[in-house]
């Protein structure tokens, strides 16, 4: 998929120790699969199936998505700010794709 | 002629024939006068679902604040809330919370798998049913031990009709 729309939304910087609430937002239709398109044919399954999310390299979250989540799929959960460092969210399509973003929190 | 409801949302049972259905019916007369332990026994299966992601342990009904709307209007895009009552810390913290929806083509609808880092077992997210159900959560402590939270949904409009 050529333009991979993310948003992520948290704060840009935070207190050590201050829990932080990240909410991501990805546009992907999230294909599960069987539907039938306007010609007829049958759509494969094609969804993102997991969204990792790592802080400073330390894994802080993971999503395993199947067919049951959304198109368009909204998460969003929390983290506790230790130091200054990039979130990185990897998301990992069927068919291998992947995709990435990162985000800044500053710890004060 | 195609149906609207795509074949990979219907049950993994076959299709039933017109005759198999007047049959069932007739059936169906006779099992009303039967005791309802009898049908409770039928094929849904939470509880063997939840069973697959405890490894036969079965969780205790606590700790979890599952919001989840009670009437779903559309099925495709269901907002759910989880909260799972945990200190979150290295000796004590929430694993992996799991999403169970017992009539969706695919019952296993997410997994969060969270770490002491996360501070609060906090999550929200957007699902979709195929169907009016009872949608659990299971959460998996560190200690070993699992905790679950249930709601029943009236879904109008179903995940499964093609074009959502």
């Known amino acids: 998929m050529a333009s991979f729309n993310a948003r992520i939304t948290m704060p840009a910087e935070a207190k050590a120790g201050e829990i932080v609430e990240i909410r991501v937002l990805v546009r992907h239709p999230m294909d599960r699969g069987g539907q039938v398109d306007a010609e007829g044919r049958i759509v494969p399954r094609k969804i993102l199936n997991r969204l990792t999310v790592t802080y400073a390299g330390e894994p802080v979250f993971r999503y395993d998505m199947h067919t049951g989540v959304s198109a368009n799929p909204f998460v969003s959960f929390t983290t506790r700010a230790v130091e200054t460092g990039d979130l990185t969210f990897e998301w990992r399509e069927d068919g291998g794709a992947?995709?990435?973003?990162?985000?800044?929190?500053?710890?004060? | 002629m195609s149906s609207p409801i795509s074949p990979a949302c219907a049950r993994p049972e076959p299709a039933l024939s017109r005759r198999e259905v007047m049959a069932a019916g007739a059936a169906g007369l006779a099992l009303a006068a039967l005791p309802s332990s009898v049908q409770a026994a039928a094929p849904p299966a939470l509880a063997e679902l939840i069973a697959r992601v405890t490894e036969g342990a079965v969780p205790e009904r606590s700790k979890i604040t599952f919001d989840i709307p009670q009437l779903v209007e559309n099925g495709n895009s269901v907002d759910v809330a989880i909260l799972v009552e945990s200190p979150m810390t290295e000796a004590d913290h929430v694993r992996w919370i799991h999403v169970i929806a017992e009539k969706n083509p695919f019952p296993d609808v997410a997994r969060f798998n969270l770490t002491p880092r996360s501070g609060r077992a906090d999550i929200r997210a957007t699902?979709?049913?195929?169907?009016?159900?009872?949608?659990a959560v299971v959460a998996a402590l560190s200690g070993g031990s699992y905790v679950m939270a249930d709601a029943d949904i009236v879904v109008t409009l179903s995940a499964c009709i093609d074009g959502g």
Do not use: D, E, H, P
């Not at chain 1, 992947?98 to 004060?108: K, N």
């Not at chain 2, 699902?127 to 949608?135: H, I």
């Open chain 1, 98 to 108: 992947t995709f990435t973003r990162t985000a800044r929190l500053v710890v004060t």
């Open chain 2, 127 to 135: 699902l979709r049913l195929a169907t009016s159900q009872k949608v």
